[in-house]
C-alpha cells in the first residue's frame, strides 16, 4: 500500500450525523487513529469550530456545507455524504478548492427492493383496506378482490439498479416480470422488456416506478397512464415523489378503478418530525404510505457507512476519485515504484504541459499518467521513478505552477 506524506495517525477525521460506527471502524482499520465522532448535525460557530481542524469530514443530509464552511476547513482533503444526495455541499466551490466529495448510491438498492416486494404481495391482498377496517372495528373477510402474488404480472419502470433488484426477487416469488427503460438493458432472468410504457401499464398487475428524478420523469404517470392500468391493479412509487400525480391516482383510487397503492416518496416532503405532513392521499384507505423510508434500514446504514469510507479511504491513500461527485474522475492502477504526484488546477490550456515541464526538468521518468477534467477542474495523477527527496522536490515546484488548486504526493 503508498503512504501518505501527512502520517495517517495524524489526518484527521472528523463525522456528523451518527454515521454507523463501520465508517470509523474502517479509518482506524487502515490506521487512522484521529476520528472523532458527532452524534447529530451542528449549526453556525459550532460546525465551523469541529471542520477547522479536519482533513476529512463525514456528513448525512442535515449538515450544511457551505461555501463559508468549506472555507472555514482550510486543511480539507475530501468530503463524504454517508447518504444519496449530495444537495447539502455546494459541490461547485469544493471542486474549486480541489476536494472531492463522495457519496453511497447504491448501498441502499436492496432494501427498497424489499419493500416494494412487501407492499406488491399487500396490496394484492387488499391489505390497507383491511387494516384499516380492523382499527375501527370493521371485521371484512371477504376472499373478493384478494389475490396472490404468484403468477401475477409486475411492471417495473426504470430497471436500473432498484429495479432490477425488484425483478429478480419478484422471480423468485413466482411472478412475471415486464420492465420498461429508455436506455437499453440487460435483463436478468426471465425478465421480459415491454414495447414501451404504455404497453407496460395495460400488462401489469402492479406497476412499480425506479426511475430517477429528471425532466422527463416528473409527471411520468399521471391521469392517462392511470387509466391505462388493469381495472385492479395497482400502483407503487418508492423513487422521487414528483413522478405520480397524486391527485390523479387518489380519483383512481376512489374510483375505484385501481386497488391500491403504496407511496413512500411525495412532491414536498417535511423537513422534519416537527413540521405535519400532508398529501390528497391522505385518508384513502387502499393507500400504503410511509415517509421516504425505502431504504432506510440497519443493513443501508451499515452498507452506505463502508462503501464512502472505502472511496475516502483510497482516494487518501491512492489518489482515485473513481465515483466522486462533480470532481474529474481519476484512477490508476496500483503503483509500483517511486512515487505518485497528484495535482489538482484549473481547467486551462497549457497545464499538462506545465506539469510534465516541471517533471522532466526534475529528471523523473514518468512510469503512468491520468488526466481528467470536469467543468473549471482538472486533476492529473503522474506515477513517476524517484525518490522520496526527490519526489518532495518535484510537488514543492508543481504547487508553484500557477493555476494549482492543491498537490498531494503519496510514496
Ligand atoms: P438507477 O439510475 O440505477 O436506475 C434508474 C433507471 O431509470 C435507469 O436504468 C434509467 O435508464 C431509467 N430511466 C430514466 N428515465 C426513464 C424514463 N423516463 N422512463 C423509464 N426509465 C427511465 O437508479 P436507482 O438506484 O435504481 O434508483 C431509482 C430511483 O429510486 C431514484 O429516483 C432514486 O432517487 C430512488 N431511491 C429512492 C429511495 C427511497 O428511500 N425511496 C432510496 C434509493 C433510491
Redesign the pocket.
Known sequence: MTEPSFPRSEIRVVLFEGISDTAAEAFRGAGYGNVETHPRALTGDALLAAVRPAHVIGIRSRTQLTAEVLAAAKKLVAVGCFC?GTDQVDLGFARRRGVPVFNA??S??R??AE?VIAEAILLLRRIPERNMGCHRGDWQKSAAGSREARGKTIGI?????????VGVLAEMLGMRVLY????A?LPLGNVEAARD?DDLLERSDAVT??????P??IG?IGESQLRRMRPGAVLIN???GK?VDLDALRSALLGGHLAGAAV??FPEEPASREVPFASPLLGVDSVLLTP?????TEEAQAGIGREVAAKLLRYSDDGSTLSAVGFPEVTLPAQRAGARLLHVHENQPGMLGAINDVIGRGDANIDAQFLRTVEDVGYVVTDVEASREAALALQSELRAIPGTLRSRVLF
Open positions: 444519496i448510491p447504491y441502499n438498492t432494501s427498497v419493500l419502470v426504470g430497471y436500473g439498479h432498484i429495479g432490477s433488484q420498461h427503460d429508455v436506455s438493458k410504457l416506478l425506479h426511475v430517477p428524478d429528471a422527463d420523469t411520468l418508492a423513487s422521487r413522478v413512500d416518496v421516504h423510508i425505502g431504504g432506510s
